[in-house]
């Protein structure tokens, strides 16, 4: 049996392989981040405006505030914002406008503008 004519990917091969496949799964991983961080900060705002009209503005903002923490999303008090709205007749509407971005092995940074609004209306005996 002759084994230099055999076919196969070298060793050097498999190694670029799969560092190929590290880092495009890093990147995709920083990429869909902010996708994941925005899906789990929408569920907490849900679950704010469910409970919103029974609490104070005040105790509403601290909670999201701590839950954001909670789940690494940083927001910058001077671009970012939360807005609670009780004047919609019969509605309770939290909105929270933000950026995220991800740095990708430090020389791309990958920014969104993301937007939650979420507005319920109040039911007869809260």
Do not use: W
């Not at 940083?74 to 709205?85: A, R, W």
């Amino acid at each position: 049996m002759n084994h230099r004519f055999s076919k196969g990917i070298s060793g050097f091969g498999i190694i670029f392989l799969i560092l190929f496949l590290l880092v495009i799964g890093y990147v995709g991983y920083q990429i869909f981040r902010i996708q994941f961080t925005y899906s789990a900060a929408k569920n907490k705002v849900e679950d704010a405006v469910r409970l919103g009209p029974l609490r104070s503005d005040a105790e509403i903002m601290s909670d999201l505030l701590a839950e954001f923490k909670e789940i690494k999303l940083k927001l910058n008090p001077d671009y970012d914002t939360i807005f609670i709205d009780r004047s919609i007749p019969d509605s309770f509407r939290i909105y929270v406008a933000y950026n995220d971005s991800s740095n990708i092995f430090g020389f791309y940074t990958y920014t969104r503008h993301l937007v939650i609004d979420v507005i319920l209306p109040v039911r007869a005996g809260m």
